[in-house]
């Protein structure tokens, strides 16, 4: 059984910067791309930002472009999100994720359904 592990989610102030890291433990697997997504109260899940091993690139929404930076260390089935500059609108619970299938296109790893491994979550407010 695969395991994936958030931490790093706090309270913040409005401006802050905060690191969360996600690891994975368990069986072994092969890591095409792992990556982060984020819920708010009454929203639907959303897609944050991505790495992809095999494609080489890093993917942003649009939202956090420029703020947030993605990183990993693929033979530690690990990932890192570094964000600046954090708003209130950034608070929610953000989700790691862990895909095992290599796509030809990275949009596909902007999709949930894409990501077969999932962590508990941990919890952004940032304050204003």
């Known amino acids: 059984q695969v395991q994936l592990v958030e931490s790093g989610g706090r309270l913040v102030q409005t401006g802050d910067s905060l690191r969360l890291s996600c690891a994975a433990s368990?069986?072994?697997?092969?890591?095409?791309?792992m990556g982060w997504f984020r819920q708010a109260p009454g929203r639907e899940r959303e897609f944050v930002s991505a790495?992809?091993?095999?494609?080489?690139?890093?993917y942003y929404a649009d939202s956090v472009k420029g703020r947030f930076t993605i990183s990993g260390d693929n033979g530690k089935k690990a990932v890192y999100l570094q964000m600046n500059s954090l708003s209130p609108e950034d608070t929610a619970v953000y989700y790691c994720?862990?895909?095992?299938?290599?796509?030809?296109?990275?949009?596909?790893?902007?999709?949930?359904?894409?990501?077969?491994?999932w962590g508990q979550g941990t919890q952004v407010t940032v304050s204003s």
């Open positions: 994720a862990a895909s095992n299938l290599s796509y030809r296109f990275g949009s596909y790893y902007q999709t949930p359904v894409k990501y077969g491994y």
């Open positions: 368990g069986r072994t697997f092969t890591t095409a791309a």
């Open positions: 790495i992809a091993w095999t494609l080489n690139s890093t």
